[in-house]
């Protein structure tokens, strides 16, 4: 059976449309389940609802503390049958009572090739450091913020002194083709985790391919 797959969000929800499109092609080994929202006016929920796809806002403003809009979530999460979380650009973080819950069952993806560069503006820290290559990078959720088990990396080569949002742009359009590749390979069964690392059969890939800068207009 196809593992049900729960998204959660808070904005536009690119890497939730690339992760539905790619759930929707034949074969794939999960199917979407609901689309879920700390924020009303995140435009992915409209996404979802037009392509058929249940969609819930759970306003996170209106709980007293992370652990009552926490339960309220999990709640909406069993109602849909959920058996995998993909956070996609969901900025909240979550208690550890939350993800022990779902512990190797929720997983996320972050724009730099961790443990390098975790958490927010990490393009132009990037940038900032004179890094020549960054990615993205999936993983299972831990606690602590950007860490735990690696399930699949790219890489994104870096382009000097480029704007920070053309960096972002090229490493956004190689997250919508990893992440879905890394939710197949969990979602088949194909990864499992020992000692809080991700191990593979012999022969799956677990990245995509390198992706050389472009120099665009303007730059040198």
Not at 5 to 31: D, H, K, T, Y
Not at 67 to 73: G, I, K, N, S, T
Not at 141 to 147: F, K, N
Request: proline share 7%.
């Amino acid at each position: 059976m196809k593992k049900r797959v729960a998204i959660l969000i808070s904005g536009r929800g690119s890497n939730m449309q690339s992760l539905i499109r790619a759930m929707q092609e034949p074969g794939f080994p999960a199917e979407p389940a609901v689309v879920i929202s700390n924020r009303p006016e995140a435009l992915g929920l409209s996404w979802a609802r037009d392509h058929g796809i249940p969609a819930v806002a759970i306003d996170h403003r209106s709980f007293g503390n992370r652990v009552a809009f926490e339960a309220r979530l999990h709640q909406a999460l069993l109602e849909h049958g959920t058996d995998l979380i993909c956070n996609a650009g969901f900025m909240r973080l979550l208690t550890g009572g939350f993800v022990d819950r779902w512990r190797d069952r929720q997983l996320n993806i972050h724009p730099s090739l961790l443990p390098a560069f975790p958490g927010l503006d990490t393009h132009q820290r990037v940038l900032d450091a004179g890094a020549l290559v960054t990615g993205c990078t999936v993983h299972f959720v831990r606690l602590e913020m950007d860490s735990g088990p690696i399930l699949a990396q790219a890489v994104v080569g870096v382009i000097p002194g480029e704007p920070v949002e053309h960096l972002a742009a090229r490493v956004l359009e190689v997250e919508h083709k990893l992440y879905p590749m890394a939710l197949k390979l969990v979602a088949s069964g194909a990864i499992s985790i020992v000692n809080d690392t991700a191990i593979f059969p012999a022969g799956v890939a677990v990245s995509a391919p390198v992706i050389l800068p472009i120099v665009p207009n303007g730059l040198s």
